[in-house]
């Protein structure tokens, strides 16, 4: 069994899971992590009125989201959740799943996710004690900030879930997480998955030296500085940055295209690099990044993304495995990820349904996540135990 803090604070209330569609795999492995601890754990108190509920067969909550034939939909919760303290996982990114539309198959779009989301909320009607939603990707992160006459479509999806009830948001490597700023009352965490990623990438690489000599931390631009100064930080190594040059004179599919990346940093010619950033969405960025550190004669190169969305396909990637330009990917389960992708050679799929069960379990206790958020000295004592620093 796990070492763990002190337990003994009384439950907010009778743990609940909603997993909203597409969100089942990970899901069912939290819940069986959270079955095992809580068997296992010795509590004088378990036995307790205050406890009531606190060892059971699931922790999920049945809960179906049906379809009308015209792709409206309802949430419909088949038991009680009065007075439970509820988690709803919710993947707003999962493209995998589908409903029937006027006869035809249609892909659920973020939009849909997020009305099924709120579908959610309002099938609970309040009676729950607690609601808190995780989001893995914030839906609309990206549009966090007005630069014209623009929407602000995270800060309004925040507000609004705030104002059916919700009280935490929890979320992973967020875009920008200045974007809390729109719910200064509400409880809102942007965690890291850094050291999920170390350790897989200890596991899955061979010859792996973590130190200033022999590997860096790159930023592809500036935007994502503060995540790698993390990374570059606790591992002891350098840190370079790209800039993007962008053409100000024109607008290409919502944004300013870029010219070229420009490098910032250290001589990395023969030493190890891992590109950090948020999210890979068409992966033309990274791709580039990559290849002007070939360029610049540097060995293997890995890139680590809290999200891999591939919006493009796999095409890119493919070619750049097999050119020697990158070696490995590693993103987390946190979204969807196609049998394609998992079964390509120069991907790691970084499992977080461990850390995620840690978090629920710990906040159903009422019960402070700092070291939770802060993994300096696990990953220490991970590379201290490999060998590695």
């Known amino acids: 069994m796990r070492s763990e803090p002190n337990y003994n604070t009384i439950p907010v209330g009778q743990l609940g899971i909603i997993a909203l569609p597409g969100c089942e795999e990970l899901a069912n492995k939290i819940d069986n992590y ?5 068997f296992q754990r010795n509590s004088e108190h378990k036995d307790t009125l205050a406890f009531a509920g606190y060892e059971k067969s699931t ?4 809960m179906d989201f049906p379809r009308f034939g015209t792709g409206e939909g309802k949430a419909a919760l088949n038991q009680t959740v009065r007075g439970y303290d509820i988690y709803i996982l919710c993947d707003v990114f999962n493209y995998g799943v589908t409903y029937k539309m006027y006869g035809m198959t249609v892909p659920m779009s973020p939009d849909e996710h997020f009305a ?12 729950a004690k607690r609601v808190s939603v995780i989001m893995p990707m914030l839906y609309e992160g990206r549009q966090h ?9 995270c800060a309004m999806m ?7 009830g919700v009280e935490n948001f929890i979320t992973f490597d967020a875009h920008d997480p200045r974007v809390m700023n729109a719910i200064p009352l509400c409880g809102f965490e942007s965690i890291s998955p850094a050291y999920q990623m170390i350790k897989a990438a200890v596991n899955n690489v061979d010859n792996l030296k973590i130190n200033k000599d022999n590997i860096m931390i790159i930023s592809p631009d500036e935007g994502g500085m503060s995540r790698c100064i993390y990374y570059s930080t606790v591992l002891g190594v350098e840190l370079g940055m790209f800039y993007k040059r962008r053409d100000f004179s024109r607008i290409v599919d919502g944004r300013n295209p870029i010219i070229a990346h420009e490098f910032l940093g250290d001589n990395v010619e023969g030493k190890d690099v891992i590109i950090v950033d948020d999210m890979i969405s068409s992966g033309e ?4 990044v990559a290849t002007k550190l070939k360029e610049l004669k540097a060995a293997r190169i890995y890139i680590f993304s809290a999200f891999g969305l591939f919006c493009n396909g796999f095409d890119a990637f493919d070619k750049a495995f097999q050119e020697g330009i990158i070696d490995r990917v590693f993103t987390t389960n946190l979204i969807y990820g196609t049998p394609e992708l ?6 790691v799929r970084v499992d977080m349904s461990k850390y995620l069960s840690y978090i629920i379990d710990t906040l159903n206790h009422d019960t402070s996540i700092s070291d939770l958020l802060d ?3 696990k990953i220490n004592a991970l590379l201290e135990k490999k060998g590695l620093k």
């Open 145 to 153: 900030k007005r630069s014209s006459r623009e929407s602000l479509d």
């Open 158 to 164: 925040l507000q609004e879930l705030n104002a059916m």
């Open 59 to 62: 922790y999920l909550i049945n």
């Open 116 to 127: 099924n989301l709120k579908r959610a909320i309002s099938a609970i009607e309040g009676k």
């Open 342 to 347: 998992l079964s390509k050679d120069w991907y």
């Open 375 to 377: 993994p300096a000295e």
């Open 34 to 38: 959270l079955i095992r601890w809580r």
């Open 285 to 288: 960025s990274m791709i580039e």
